[in-house]
């Protein structure tokens, strides 16, 4: 079965610094989705990546999947409080759109 | 639109007695998706619905839970009998069509058994 393993765990950065999630695969990603989550709250769709060299931004928030399709990258430009959170990678099981299985998270803080 | 709704939004129960999780979908969606976050599993996909048809609910962990979708709009989850280490934080998701939309979380309903 397929499996998401997101690195760091846990991340602490000061304000205005750069920081970046990574997001492998054990296998073929057909569909890549990053959720944000505030403590106490649901997911916050942010992106979603399928092709191969995509990249997408929104506001300070880019995201990449590489050529292999196997591995996706989280980058956040000058970090601020209200990025702090947790961020989970999730995967389509299937190539039809179908149930997503997620990674374990990476709880971000960000340090006024 | 409201976004989607669940209740209650925590439920703090005895082992043995009946929970009932609800959720109301987006207008407009037809797929249903229910969740379960611990923070030693993190986020599982319990089972998911396509226009009130259950698809997959290869993540139920046991007969004493079981969910249901009466209309296209709502959903239940029901745990009977409930038991301490059913206790996490349960998710509702619904999406539009079964292509590549988003799936759009519920605010969850946080579940302790004793």
Redesign the interface.
């Known amino acids: 079965s397929q499996e998401l393993e997101q690195s760091p765990q846990s991340l602490i950065v000061q304000e205005g610094k750069n920081l970046t999630i990574n997001c492998t695969s054990s296998k073929t990603l057909y ?1 890549l ?1 990053w ?1 944000k989550q505030k403590y ?6 942010l992106m ?1 990546l ?1 092709k191969g060299g995509e990249e997408k931004s929104h506001e300070k928030i880019t995201a990449k999947l590489d050529e292999k399709k196997q591995q996706s990258s989280l980058h956040i430009t000058a970090s601020q409080p209200s990025h702090a959170g947790i961020y ?1 990678c999730g995967a389509d099981a299937y190539n ?10 990476t709880e971000l803080s960000v340090k006024p | 639109d409201a976004g ?1 709704i669940q209740s209650p939004r925590h439920e703090v129960t005895e082992m043995g007695q009946e929970v009932t999780l609800r959720c109301k979908l987006i207008s407009g969606h037809n797929s249903l ?1 229910w969740y379960r976050q611990t923070m030693m599993r ?4 319990l089972i ?1 619905f396509n226009n009130n048809v259950p ?2 609910d290869s993540g139920m962990p046991e007969d004493r839970f079981s969910a249901k979708m009466p209309n296209a709009s709502f959903s239940t989850l029901k745990i009977q009998p409930s038991e301490p280490r059913d206790s996490a934080v349960y ?1 509702c ?1 619904s999406r539009q ?12 309903t ?1 579940l302790t058994v004793l």
Do not use: C
């Open positions: 569909g989705y959720y106490g709250e649901g997911l916050i769709f979603m399928q989970l039809q759109g179908g149930k997503l299985i997620f990674g374990q998270g | 989607v998706f993190g986020l599982e996909l998911y698809i997959d998710f998701a069509g079964q292509g590549d939309n988003e799936q759009f979380f519920g605010p969850g946080r």
